[in-house]
């Protein structure tokens, strides 16, 4: 009988890089092996993706096996520069990030057949929103953003404890986020003073409101400038598995969701599937247009007014989130003493809370 081909699938990102070590035709199960390396301070992104890759080799020569093929996704042309000048003349395939998401969730059947779909990628570092063709897979327009994502939400996280005399480090507060994702309630400890704090979904949940929102608002600006009218929108990327998060943004988008139960990993799954299909060489999308970074407005249906009062909000997200993340080393003292946002009203969608 032949034996299955060992393919490895790592996604690189600002905040560091995953892999995925397993059989090329069985992406969606449970991996032989998979690791996390986050990125160092003052690092790289290439250190991540070589430590993930050398972890993974040695995986496989523990089993006696060879890896065939490797691939390794991008989200922008930067990160490919680096990566492939660290990566030398090492066999290497290197491919546009919403190709790979886009091929595993046409592999596990979550991808409509025609039309287009949002690629809502929340991750630590930030949000990546790409409208791409399900058919073509073209991309028709994408924005990225830094004031949204983990990094951000773990701030207001620290913050709100810090309000009540819990003190905790970055590791800390990222892991009481990621346990709101499937608990309810959490109970945070000051390792200083032994004061504890209890956090509920709902907390985080109103704490992530207005920059959810603000999110919401902006893939509706994307569908206005393509001028097309997605079948769904997919939601990647750690933050999402919160379950708050994502019914709040299929009620303000409209649009029927698409998720899968281990959001951060589709990228690494989808190299798995372009590594066995090509051992060597790059892998790029078609770009109808490229868009601008998120806070720049483009789109020619936005009035004037619902215009301004985004930018507005987008300044206002990206002050109290960048002064929350200068201050941790001083989190008792929240900036300028004020209460953080928890909703807002931008681009014609309502400031409801969520929970």
């Given at each position: ?14 905040g560091g890089a995953r ?42 020569e523990r089993r006696d ?255 109290t989130i960048a002064g ?32």
């Amino acid at each position: 009988m032949e034996s299955m081909v060992l393919v490895l699938g790592v996604s690189a990102g600002t905040g560091g890089a995953r892999a995925m070590l397993t059989h090329s035709d069985q992406p969606h199960l449970p991996p032989i092996d998979r690791c996390q390396v986050p990125r160092r301070a003052g690092g790289g992104v290439d250190e991540p993706v070589f430590e993930a890759i050398r972890q993974m080799r040695g995986s496989a020569e523990r089993r006696d096996e060879l890896i065939t093929g490797t691939a390794v996704t991008c989200r922008c042309p930067l990160h490919i520069e680096s990566i492939r000048a660290a990566a030398g003349r090492s066999r290497l395939t290197i491919v546009d990030e919403p190709l790979a998401q886009l091929r595993y969730l046409r592999f596990t059947g979550l991808l409509p057949d025609t039309g287009s779909v949002i690629l809502y990628d929340l991750g630590s570092s930030g949000l990546t929103i790409t409208h791409a063709d399900c058919r073509t897979e073209t991309i028709l327009s994408s924005k990225r953003s830094t004031v949204l994502g983990g990094d951000g939400y773990d701030a207001l996280l620290r913050w709100q404890l810090a309000r009540g005399s819990v003190l905790t480090d970055k590791l800390t507060s990222r892991r009481h986020r990621e346990a709101l994702s499937s608990a309810r309630v959490v109970t945070a400890m000051d390792p200083t003073t032994g004061g504890r704090a209890v956090v509920t979904r709902s907390d985080l949940a109103q704490l992530c409101a207005a920059s959810i929102h603000h999110s919401a608002s902006f893939v509706r600006q994307l569908i206005d400038e393509t001028g097309v009218q997605p079948e769904a929108m997919v939601l990647l990327g750690g933050c999402t598995r919160n379950p708050s998060i994502r019914e709040a943004l299929g009620e303000m988008t409209d649009l029927p969701i698409i998720y899968d139960s281990e959001p951060e990993y589709v990228s690494a799954r989808g190299a798995v599937l372009l590594a066995a299909e090509r051992p060597t060489g790059d892998v790029r999308m078609a770009r109808i247009r490229t868009g601008a970074t998120l806070p720049t407005l483009t789109s020619r249906t936005v009035g004037r007014r619902k215009l301004i009062a985004a930018v507005a909000v987008t300044v206002a997200l990206g002050a109290t989130i960048a002064g929350l993340l200068a201050m941790d080393k001083n989190p008792a003292q929240p900036p300028g003493g004020g209460i953080a946002p928890t909703s807002v009203e931008v681009a014609g969608i309502p400031a409801t809370p969520f929970g």
